[in-house]
């Protein structure tokens, strides 16, 4: 670590220009091994930046773990109609692809939408 750097005197012993032109030599070698740290700082930020965003994009391409991609809305849309109609929930099921707990699910949601509408 550098000691700190002192202005020579205004006037006197030790005022010369040599001793000016010596203070600004210093303060030069100083500004540049700052503007070097900057540099090497920057260079470091936009790497991070980097990897950051190629984390972000890793994240929001992967899957929740064990979780399925979610049924269409249309598809649910469908699945709670033919349970109004009074339909089964396996033969929802063996209709629209999917589980019967699937189908049963719906029905649960549609049950719990109703009970909290009606009060």
């Known amino acids: 670590m550098r000691q700190q750097l002192s202005f020579p005197p205004d006037h006197g012993p030790g005022s010369s220009k040599a001793e000016w032109r010596a203070f600004a030599y210093e303060v030069l ?5 700052v503007n070097g740290a900057l540099d090497h700082q920057a260079k470091e930020i936009a790497y991070l930046k980097g990897e950051i965003a190629l ?16 049924l269409p809305a249309e598809t649910v849309r469908r699945i709670e109609a033919a349970l109004v109609r009074g339909e089964s929930t396996r ?3 063996s209709q629209f692809g999917v589980s019967a707990m699937t189908a049963s699910r719906i029905k649960k949601r549609m049950e719990a939408r109703k009970s909290i509408s009606v009060t």
Not at 29 to 33: K, N
Not at 55 to 70: D, F, N, T, V, Y
């Open 91 to 93: 033969f929802i099921a």
């Open 55 to 70: 984390l972000q994009k890793r994240i929001a391409e992967r899957k929740p773990k064990g979780a399925r991609e979610s």
């Open 29 to 33: 070698e100083l500004v540049s091994e």
